[in-house]
Structures are given as structure tokens and as C-alpha cells.
């Protein structure tokens, strides 16, 4: 059954035309640009297209998956919200928690399915991690540390905390259990443009004692995704570039003396989280169950953001 319509066909937008249409899930698209449009048009002759969201929310399709920019995520998701659809928003919901709330409370509200595109919440090797650490076979989780570094595409609008930082928050929240927040510190450079943070590291304290790290760089000279885990007697690595968990049998003991028991690599398959993710809404429409993503999880992840660049700012 055809049942989402994706707003925005951008480089991202692509790929969640490709992975809904392959669903078969995919009723249309609407795109503002007309050049992008007929690429649409002309790739997927079967599907319906559309110039703007007030067209899409008269038609009688059940969900809208918003792959627009950032800034314009708040407006786009409560005005969908409001027309009775579901919605999909990809990272980040908005720029602001106290709009990230007004989308979460209303959904909630009125019944409706809102998920956020916190895409590496639906990656095999994170999912494996968040139900290995549930089973406590390493004890109480005390920090997780994030690395996504490489020589990126450096933008103008926004700084690399906020283009690349946004899937990880959303892990760290994940594998730490969703814990309170209690307080942030963060210190960025602005090398290549001023004001325009290309190098940022962010610590997070949170309620109950658990701490994270997260350094973001677009100006970096090596390709780095990596989530370490410190449990109180195991420490779990997944690099992502290389699909590899390694659980080390490692730590401190009473008596302040390293153990190390050694180490051993986890066999995750490596299948294609964003279709998982397209997979999860779908099923989500249907269940009427909350996705793993939720409002909340967005809400939760835009306040760590929006922290995080008050301080940068000072």
C-alpha cells in the first residue's frame, strides 16, 4: 500500500525516495524545484509529484516524510501535524527545543505518529550494542565517547555540531538508556570561517553520573566514526567505517589494578539501516506503535544541540 509522500528530493530526499519506492510504499513527491522535480519525475515515471506541502496535505495519503532543510522542520512537521498526517522529519527535528516540544506534545495529543531521522539508532551494530549492555553482562554503563571526524563539506549555514553531531547525541542518549540531562560543556574552532565551528568537542553530565564525549570535524585529515562504550568490567568499540563491534574483556579492579582478560570481535551483519528506518515508520503506521525515534527522542537530542552552541556562542 502506498502511504508516505517525501517532501524534498534533495541529496537526501534521493535516498529516501529510492528506499520507499522500493518498499513500495511511496505515493508521491513534492519538490519546489523544478529541476529536481523532473529528476524525480523522470526516474520514477509512476509517481505522483508535487510543488508544494499545501497539495500534499490534501491528498488523501496518510504520512508525509519532510527530507527539507533544517530551519524549515518546525513549521513543515506542525503544519502536517495539524492536517492529520503522520509525519517523518529527518535529523535534526528543529533548531529549537521548545519547538521540538510543541511537535512532541502536539503528536502526542492528537494521536499521531511523529519519528525523527536519527538514522544510526536503526544501524545493526548499534541495535546489537543497545541489547548487549541491556542484558548488564558488563555492569552498569558509566561513559560513551562519539568520533566523526573527515575532511567533509564544509557549509556555510551551519557549524559541524550541528550537521554531523546529531546521530550521535541520539546514540549516546540510546546506549546510556536515556538518562536526564543535568549539564553540558562544549568548546569549538572556527578555522576555516568566522563563526562557523569546524572542529568541536562536547561533554555531557547527566543526572545519573553517566557522562559522554562527542568531537565533531569536517577538518580533519582522517576518516573517523567510532561509539566506545565504558561499561564498569567490559569496554565496547564499534567502528563504523570498518563495521566492527570488539567487546575488550577489560578494566581497573577494586585494588586499582588493570585486568584484561582480553578481547573478541562481534559477527553484526551489515545491513542497510536506512532501510530499516523506512522499514520501523512503516511498521509504526500500521502498529500505531511509537517508533524507537520519537518526538521525545528528537526533543531530547535538539536540547543537548542547542546547549551545546549557546555555550559555543558564550
Given at each position: 500500500?502506498?502511504?508516505?509522500?517525501?517532501?524534498?528530493?534533495?541529496?537526501?530526499?534521493?535516498?529516501?525516495i529510492h528506499n520507499?519506492?522500493?518498499?513500495?510504499?511511496?505515493?508521491?513527491?513534492?519538490?519546489?524545484?523544478?529541476?529536481?522535480?523532473?529528476?524525480?519525475?523522470?526516474?520514477?515515471?509512476?509517481?505522483?509529484?508535487?510543488t508544494d506541502l499545501?497539495?500534499?496535505?490534501?491528498?488523501?495519503?496518510?504520512?508525509?516524510?519532510?527530507?527539507?532543510?533544517?530551519?524549515?522542520?518546525?513549521?513543515?512537521?506542525?503544519?502536517?501535524?495539524?492536517?492529520?498526517?503522520?509525519?517523518?522529519?529527518?535529523?535534526?527535528?528543529?533548531?529549537?527545543?521548545?519547538?521540538?516540544?510543541?511537535?512532541?506534545?502536539?503528536?502526542?495529543?492528537?494521536?499521531?505518529?511523529?519519528?525523527?531521522?536519527?538514522?544510526?539508532?536503526?544501524?545493526?551494530?548499534?541495535?546489537?550494542?543497545?541489547?548487549?549492555?541491556?542484558?548488564?553482562?558488563?555492569?552498569?554503563?558509566?561513559?560513551?565517547?562519539?568520533?566523526?571526524?573527515?575532511?567533509?563539506?564544509?557549509?556555510?549555514?551551519?557549524?559541524?555540531?550541528?550537521?554531523?553531531?546529531?546521530?550521535?547525541?541520539?546514540?549516546?542518549?540510546?546506549?546510556?538508556?536515556?538518562?536526564?540531562?543535568?549539564?553540558?560543556?562544549?568548546?569549538?574552532?572556527?578555522?576555516?570561517?568566522?563563526?562557523?565551528?569546524?572542529?568541536?568537542?562536547?561533554?555531557?553530565?547527566?543526572?545519573?553520573?553517566?557522562?559522554?564525549?562527542?568531537?565533531?570535524?569536517?577538518?580533519?585529515?582522517?576518516?573517523?566514526?567510532?561509539?566506545?562504550?565504558?561499561?564498569?568490567?567490559?569496554?565496547?568499540?564499534?567502528?563504523?567505517?570498518?563495521?566492527?563491534?570488539?567487546?575488550?574483556?577489560?578494566?581497573?579492579?577494586?585494588?586499582?589494578?588493570?585486568?584484561?582478560?582480553?578481547?573478541?570481535?562481534?559477527?553484526?551483519?551489515?545491513?542497510?539501516?536506512?532501510?530499516?528506518?523506512?522499514?520501523?515508520?512503516?511498521?509504526?503506521?500500521?502498529?500505531?506503535?511509537?517508533?524507537?525515534?520519537?518526538?521525545?527522542?528528537?526533543?531530547?537530542?535538539?536540547?543537548?544541540?542547542?546547549?551545546?552552541?549557546?555555550?559555543?556562542?558564550?
Amino acid at each position: 500500500m502506498k502511504q508516505v509522500i517525501v517532501v524534498g528530493a534533495g541529496n537526501w530526499g534521493k535516498n529516501l525516495i529510492h528506499n520507499f519506492c522500493n518498499l513500495g510504499a511511496l505515493a508521491g513527491v513534492a519538490e519546489m524545484n523544478p529541476d529536481l522535480r523532473q529528476q524525480v519525475e523522470s526516474k520514477y515515471p509512476q509517481v505522483k509529484t508535487y510543488t508544494d506541502l499545501a497539495s500534499v496535505l490534501e491528498s488523501d495519503v496518510s504520512a508525509v516524510v519532510l527530507a527539507t532543510p533544517a530551519p524549515t522542520h518546525y513549521q513543515l512537521a506542525m503544519t502536517a501535524l495539524k492536517a492529520g498526517k503522520d509525519v517523518f522529519v529527518e535529523k535534526p527535528m528543529t533548531l529549537r527545543t521548545q519547538e521540538a516540544k510543541a511537535l512532541a506534545e502536539y503528536a502526542d495529543q492528537q494521536g499521531r505518529i511523529l519519528m525523527v531521522g536519527h538514522l544510526l539508532l536503526y544501524q545493526p551494530a548499534i541495535t546489537w550494542m543497545r541489547n548487549y549492555l541491556a542484558q548488564g553482562k558488563g555492569g552498569k554503563v558509566l561513559h560513551v565517547a562519539t568520533q566523526r571526524a573527515k575532511l567533509g563539506k564544509v557549509r556555510r549555514e551551519e557549524n559541524v555540531w550541528w550537521s554531523f553531531a546529531p546521530h550521535d547525541v541520539s546514540v549516546v542518549l540510546d546506549l546510556l538508556g536515556n538518562p536526564t540531562l543535568s549539564r553540558v560543556q562544549a568548546s569549538g574552532q572556527a578555522m576555516l570561517q568566522p563563526g562557523i565551528e569546524d572542529n568541536v568537542h562536547v561533554d555531557i553530565v547527566f543526572e545519573s553520573g553517566q557522562t559522554a564525549h562527542l568531537h565533531s570535524s569536517w577538518y580533519w585529515p582522517e576518516l573517523l566514526r567510532s561509539t566506545t562504550v565504558i561499561t564498569e568490567q567490559e569496554m565496547l568499540v564499534y567502528d563504523e567505517v570498518a563495521q566492527k563491534v570488539t567487546i575488550y574483556h577489560k578494566g581497573v579492579d577494586d585494588q586499582l589494578n588493570n585486568r584484561d582478560q582480553g578481547s573478541q570481535v562481534v559477527d553484526v551483519a551489515n545491513s542497510e539501516p536506512l532501510k530499516i528506518e523506512c522499514e520501523h515508520f512503516l511498521d509504526c503506521l500500521q502498529t500505531r506503535k511509537q517508533p524507537r525515534s520519537d518526538g521525545w527522542n528528537g526533543v531530547a537530542v535538539v536540547e543537548i544541540l542547542e546547549k551545546a552552541q549557546e555555550i559555543l556562542r558564550g
